[in-house]
């Protein structure tokens, strides 16, 4: 199982001080928190990609290419790649030259954003959101399998005798997650692929969460790709620690409250009440993530959000000390005990190799 942090990239003031990042200060403190990451054994880094104030993160493959430069190990993902306002051709080129620069420590995860506006500003209709995922996606996966690809379609110019450039490495694609809060045609196209389903689990109880996997695996299995138990499921997650829960609380009310989507909503303690958001010690931190297994099943990716709502690089760096020393040691031995062995691992670059190797032999 693969354990890690995603981020939205939001430049928000810190309601402590008042004080509000500069766009370079936030972009460079992102850096730092992916190479934390991995200095405290954590296995993937994954950045959101958003048009609009108040983010910074519009182009996630440079980050990620800048990261890769400086680490060994870490896999370097997207918590969103816009699959409908992006080219399906560039995404193919920009993610397949990122994964040779990586040395295949690449996957990203689509998804349709929770923006609105970026449609017009790409030239595209919000109504045909779905369509839009749906008709690039089956594009993208046609750039990256086939050597020369004739195409037409509904959203944008035909291609004829066209060679996306480069070729994946070793002719294996990144792997790829759907990341859907809401929507079952994203789990729906999960499924039908093979590919990953993420829930960022984030915003919505136990039981919305739950529906959503049990329809994904259920698909899985339609289209033949093995159980419903063997299908490939990541879960997001949110936390904020200190050794003394009621600490924690009192550190983090401040941010929880002035947040820029659920601050001025409803009570912090609410919030955690009634959605996966913990906020207290390493153990509580446990438990709570140990229960997601209890809706979602075996699952392969947990992704925590912890840089966001204006908290101080400092403060996040602390967090990521307690989650790689405290947390996902015991996280790891947790989740392994009792999974079946028919359970896959988290596919990597290197498994997936492996598995186009057999079918190859198989052949």
């Keep these: ?11 928000t003031p810190d309601p402590t001080t008042g004080r509000t990042p500069t766009e370079r200060e936030r972009i460079k403190a992102m850096v730092a928190i992916a190479l934390k990451a991995e200095e405290v054994g954590l296995d993937v880094f994954a950045t959101g990609e958003h048009h609009n104030p108040p983010f910074v993160p ?8 800048y990261i890769a430069a400086r680490t060994e190990k870490l896999i370097l993902s997207t918590s969103t790649t816009l699959i409908t306002t992006n080219d399906p051709v560039k995404i193919a080129e920009d993610f397949a030259m990122l994964q040779h620069l990586a040395d295949g420590r690449v996957d990203l995860m689509m998804g349709r954003g929770n923006t609105g506006p970026v449609y017009p500003w790409f030239g595209k209709d919000i109504r045909e959101g779905i369509n839009l995922a749906v008709e690039n996606y089956a594009l993208l996966r046609r750039l990256w399998d086939e050597d ?8 944008r ?10 070729r994946p490495m070793d002719d294996v694609p990144p792997f790829v997650w759907h990341g859907s809060i ?6 729906e196209q999960a499924a039908y692929y093979g590919d990953g389903f993420f829930h960022n689990n984030i915003f919505w109880p136990a039981d919305h969460t739950k529906r959503m996997v049990e329809f994904y695996r259920k698909r899985f299995a339609h289209y033949g790709h093995g159980t419903p138990e063997q299908a490939i499921v990541g879960l997001g997650g949110q936390v904020f620690m200190r050794k003394n829960s009621q600490d924690a609380v009192r550190e983090f009310r401040p941010y929880f409250d002035n947040a820029p989507v659920y601050g001025h909503g409803p009570s912090l303690e609410d919030f955690t009440e009634q959605t996966p958001l913990t906020v207290g010690s390493p153990q509580q931190v446990i438990e709570k993530t140990l229960s997601f297994r209890e809706y979602a099943g075996d699952y392969q990716r947990q992704l925590f959000l912890m840089d966001h709502a204006g908290l101080p690089l400092k403060t996040v760096l602390e967090q990521l000390d307690m989650l790689g020393e405290e947390v996902v040691p ?6 392994a005990d009792g999974r079946p062995a028919d359970v896959p691992q988290a596919p990597t670059h290197q498994s997936l190799l492996a598995a186009a190797a057999r079918k190859e032999t198989v052949a």
Excluded: C, H, N, Y
């Design 1 to 11: 199982m693969q354990f890690g942090i995603f981020t939205v990239g939001d430049v």
């Design 58 to 65: 519009s182009s996630p493959t440079t980050m990620l290419g």
């Design 148 to 155: 020369v690809v004739d195409w037409e379609g509904k959203f």
């Design 157 to 166: 110019t035909p291609l004829q005798g066209f060679t996306s450039t480069p």
């Design 182 to 187: 809401r929507s079952p045609e994203i789990a």
């Design 330 to 335: 015991v996280l790891r031995k947790e989740f």
